[in-house]
C-alpha cells in the first residue's frame, strides 16, 4: 500500500503563488510516475502536471504551461508543484496521484484519472480576485 498527503494549500490573491507538496510513503520504489490533477466545485477533476519518476520528465496541461512547474524529491519520494502567477480560475482541490501500473503494463500516460493507481485526500487552493 501507498500513502499520500498533500499540503501546501491556502488562500492567495491573484498574481500570487503557492508551492503544494505531496509526500508519498510505504511502497514506493516502484513508482512509475506521480501526477497533480484538480477539482473545481461542480467541475470534474481534471489533469493538472505529471512527473516520470525514474527520468523526471514532465508533462502540463495547457491551462498551467509556464505558470506551474512541478518536480520531485526522489530520495524522499516527494513532489512538488510550485504555482506562479495564480488566477481565480485555479481555485480547486488538488489532489495528487501515483502510479505503478504502467511500470508492468507498459503504458506511458500519466495524463487520465484512470491512470493512477493511488490518490491523497486534497488540498484546497483558492484563488482570490
Known amino acids: 500500500q501507498v500513502q499520500l498527503v498533500e499540503s501546501g494549500g491556502g488562500l492567495v490573491q491573484a498574481g500570487g503563488s503557492l508551492r503544494l507538496s505531496c509526500a508519498a510513503s510505504?511502497?514506493?520504489?516502484?513508482?512509475?510516475?506521480m501526477g497533480w490533477f484538480r477539482q473545481a466545485p461542480g467541475k470534474e477533476r481534471e489533469f493538472v502536471a505529471a512527473?516520470?519518476?525514474?527520468?523526471?520528465?514532465?508533462a502540463y496541461a495547457d491551462s498551467v504551461e509556464g505558470r506551474f512547474t512541478i518536480s520531485r524529491d526522489k530520495a524522499k519520494s516527494a513532489m512538488f508543484l510550485q504555482m506562479n502567477s495564480l488566477k481565480p480560475e485555479d481555485t480547486a482541490v488538488y489532489y495528487c496521484a501515483a502510479n505503478f501500473r504502467n511500470g508492468w503494463s507498459g503504458k506511458k500516460s500519466l495524463y487520465l484519472k484512470t491512470d493512477y493507481d493511488y490518490w491523497g485526500q486534497g488540498t484546497q487552493v483558492t484563488v482570490s480576485t
Open positions: 510505504g511502497r514506493t520504489s516502484s513508482m512509475y510516475g
Open positions: 512527473i516520470y519518476w525514474s527520468g523526471g520528465g514532465t
